[in-house]
């Protein structure tokens, strides 16, 4: 793909019953581009690297999860409350021409999150220390894995700037509508929807992160320039087989 005549730049219908209604919020992406052969390998059956022009990309994506209910106009989960996140995720499509996202791990404050999505959708959430701070419009994640792989460390700090007009390109990687996950032996595609994300500038004033050499993805060039949102809403569906 090199333009995105016929790309869902908006969020397909989504297939009820919705399970999970919640926040993202604080949000940073940050790009590098990756050789689709050398990542194909960690694909789970039935999906593949998704590329545009030739070439995929994995992202560091710090933000901050927010008002998690368990279904539409449900209140949202006391416990959970607001706590914060990190992934490190890949680019895939399946053979149903679904684009969404493939993670190799994601860091969590709350640990009870874990093993339940570990075990029931397959996804590598991991345990960690972390925080954010803000001090006008800069901002600093901070995370440290407590397991497994305890001790591998994420720290970004980013100067928010102006708001942007997304290339081809960004939205193709923001306009995501679900995840591809590997559990019970099979495949499968977990839908969500939202709003386009609101998107700003950031400047890269620090980086030093061990989330993306343990994820066992090399990129092959620099990064983009990061985007910021302040959040969106979204909701995710009842997942299907995808292989």
Known sequence: ???????????????????????WDDLTFVHWPVAPENVAHLFPEGTRPDVFD???????????????????????????????????RLYSVDDAGRHGVLFRSLETERLAVVPATRVGLGI??????MRMTRDGDRITYD?????????????????VGDEVTPTDLETWLTARWGAHTRVAGHTWWVPNEHDAWPLRGAEVVELDDDLLDAS????????????????????????????
């Open 124 to 129: 590598p959430y991991t345990w960690a220390k």
């Open 1 to 23: 793909m090199s333009t995105l005549e016929g790309y869902p730049v908006t969020a397909p219908d989504l297939r009820r019953p919705v399970f999970l209604d919640q926040r």
């Open 143 to 159: 995370s440290t894995r407590r397991w497994p792989r305890r001790g591998l460390r994420s720290r970004l700090t980013i100067d």
């Open 216 to 243: 066992g993805v090399m990129p092959a060039g620099a990064p983009l320039r990061a985007l910021y949102s302040p959040g969106v809403r979204t909701r995710f569906g009842r997942p299907s087989r995808a292989d």
């Open 54 to 88: 030739g070439v995929t990309w994995v992202a560091l994506v710090p933000f901050v999860m927010n008002s998690i209910a368990l279904g539409p106009s449900t209140p949202p989960v006391p416990y959970l409350g607001s706590f914060l996140e990190t992934n490190i």
